[in-house]
């Protein structure tokens, strides 16, 4: 399961889930949405394409494509490359749409959340660290703790903490 970051204001211009499922249509064949407003599909290569904007406001997609000797076989068939081509320009076209940026802001944000999720982390791990070898009072320690646990279960979610959730678990310290 990917997620991608969603360009402010795009999902609710565009009708949720019915309106990416919408979109799909342009894009794969055989689409299919369920009651969650999921919908699957598939296209050349792309044996089977899920997706949805999630309660974060993230696009969510699990893509399945062909390997092995299915690819293989896929491939030597007659426009078999030029429907591999055609696959990953669909795709593309689609993450374009569907979440208002193009391949390399797309990239750019992935970054950015990667560089979040590396400061929450270290900031954890700074936080134990301190209150391993300092003399902290028992006050610091439980909301220590209690930032530690929400900082946790954000990322748990698949969410990326905030930078001020960050900054106030480093400024017990």
Known sequence: MERFSVKRGLIKSMGGNAGLAKLA???FENINVDAEGVFSGSFGLLVKVEGSYDSAGKLAVDVEQMKGADLAAF???DDGREQAMESRRRWSGFLDEATGYNAKQ???KAKEDAKKLSKAKSAIKMAHKS???MNVDQTTVDRAHELIAQLEATMEKGEFPTETQVKKLNDLF
Request: net charge negative; no cysteine.
């Open 106 to 108: 797309r990239g750019d």
């Open 25 to 27: 249509t342009g894009y």
């Open 131 to 133: 209150m391993e070898m």
């Open 75 to 77: 491939l030597e068939s």
